[in-house]
């Protein structure tokens, strides 16, 4: 059974930083290019970013520069590095494959204050 938990949001003030975690059991993390999403209320799920089985990367527009996106193909593990939050980063963040073959996770909260 594959299961991705996502981890490590929470409230912080603009100009501030978080680091989010997504674990993956039960599928051949490595083989896939993974990537993070968010969903904001009333909105659509949207990518964020994602990453190659080889650390290639790719962003939104709205993250470019602020956002970096990592994994540990070892640990079954990827990480997302928020910095400069603005209240527009403010949604519920997933992680999954590109093009979300996985059962999706509970997601983690990130608000960001003006």
């Known amino acids: 059974q594959v299961q991705l938990v996502e981890s490590g949001g929470g409230l912080v003030q603009a100009g501030g930083s978080l680091r989010l975690s997504c674990a993956a059991s039960?599928?051949?993390?490595?083989?896939?290019?993974m990537a993070w999403y968010r969903q904001a209320p009333g909105k659509q799920r949207e990518l964020v970013a994602l990453?190659?089985?080889?650390?290639?990367?790719n962003y939104a527009d709205s993250v470019k520069g602020r956002f970096t996106i990592s994994r540990d193909n070892a640990k079954n593990t990827m990480y997302l590095q928020m910095n400069s939050l603005q209240p527009e980063d403010t949604a519920v963040y997933y992680c999954?494959?590109?093009?979300?073959?996985?059962?999706w996770g509970q997601g983690t909260q990130v608000t960001v204050s003006s």
């Open positions: 999954n494959t590109r093009y979300s073959t996985l059962p």
């Open positions: 990453i190659t089985r080889g650390g290639t990367t």
């Open positions: 039960g599928s051949d993390f490595s083989a896939n290019i």
